[in-house]
Antibody
Framework: EVQLVETGGGLVKPGGSLRLSCAAS????????MSWVRQAPGKGLEWVGR??????????DYAAPVKGRFSISRDDSKNTLYLQMNSLKTEDTAIYYC????????WGRGTLVTVSS | QSVLTQPPSASGTPGQRVTISCSGS????????VNWYQQLPGTAPKLLIY???LRPSGVPDRFSGSKSGTSASLAISGLQSDDEADYYC???????????FGGGTKLTVL
């Protein structure tokens, strides 16, 4: 059974940092392109960024609102995806989901990040 | 304002067929495939349709997708109360170099 479990969310002040993790199981993590997608309270889905598999270069792409502030990495030995979030803004408040594979085939349950003073 | 345009709401009675539209441009739907996601209340999104009209294993054939030009549609036949959810379309956008989502359509089963 595929499982994606996000952790690391919480309350942080504007300008602060947070690192989210996503532990994966039940599929070949090292072969999967992995993404982060967020959903602000009561709003729709917004792609944050992705990391390709190492086989496909392991490169990253980011949405414009987070480029230069957020960084995605992966540890295939631990089947874990990371999202390092710096210079956080109030508009980054959202549930952050990790999603596996190109069509976002699998999703985790999400972790809530609240940016507030 | 979402790059892909969906109606904010849709409704139908049990057993009825409903369709949800998704409108884009040549940069996204016009040149790439469309996926649809179902988000039941209080849960994470789930892949419902991929590559315009393909269903992942376990998705009932009551759900179908289609695409024409720069628009796509999700059809749900034999509507059930369990289908009450938010539905999102998505496609890669060549100009933004990333996937874009519709604003979501809240489906109500009357």
């Amino acid at each position: 059974e595929v499982q994606l479990v996000e952790t690391g969310g919480g309350l942080v002040k504007p300008g602060g940092s947070l690192r989210l993790s996503c532990a994966a199981s039940g599929f070949s993590f090292s072969d999967a392109w992995m993404s982060w997608v967020r959903q602000a309270p009561g709003k729709g889905l917004e792609w944050v960024g992705r990391i390709k598999s190492k086989t496909d270069g392991g490169t990253t792409d980011y949405a414009a609102p987070v480029k230069g502030r957020f960084s995605i990495s992966r540890d295939d030995s631990k089947n874990t995806l990371y999202l390092q979030m710096n210079s956080l803004k109030t508009e980054d408040t959202a549930i952050y989901y990790c999603a596996a594979r190109g069509s976002f085939d699998y999703w985790g349950r999400g972790t809530l990040v609240t940016v507030s003073s | 304002q979402s790059v892909l345009t969906q109606p904010p709401s849709a409704s139908g009675t049990p057993g009825q067929r409903v369709t949800i539209s998704c409108s884009g441009s040549s940069a996204n739907i016009g040149s790439n495939t469309v996926n649809w996601y179902q988000q039941l209340p209080g849960t994470a999104p789930k892949l419902l349709i991929y590559s315009n009209n393909l269903r992942p294993s376990g998705v009932p054939d009551r759900f179908s997708g289609s695409k024409s030009g720069t628009s796509a549609s999700l059809a749900i036949s034999g509507l059930q109360s369990d289908d009450e959810a938010d539905y999102y379309c998505a496609a890669w956008d060549n100009s933004l170099n990333g996937p874009v989502f519709g604003g979501g359509t809240k489906l109500t089963v009357l």
